[in-house]
């Protein structure tokens, strides 16, 4: 049986790895997502702007 010491090494080496994973995997997601999305129109972006500028 291991030392509690080296148990708790390995779930902080486990821990950091699934932070490093989930961190690569949303940059990747997040970037796909904005290659595949369409942009959005300029004059609709425009108008949105104008829209909540004038409502506040």
Do not use: C, N, W, Y
Not at 33 to 48: E, F, I, N, S, W
């Amino acid at each position: 049986m291991r030392p509690d010491h080296q148990e708790f090494a390995d779930g902080v080496k486990l821990a950091a790895i699934a932070v490093v994973s989930a961190v690569v995997t949303a940059t990747v997601v997040i970037g796909a997502g904005r290659m595949v999305l369409p942009k959005p129109d300029p004059v609709a972006v425009a108008q949105a702007q104008l829209i909540r500028t004038v409502s506040h």
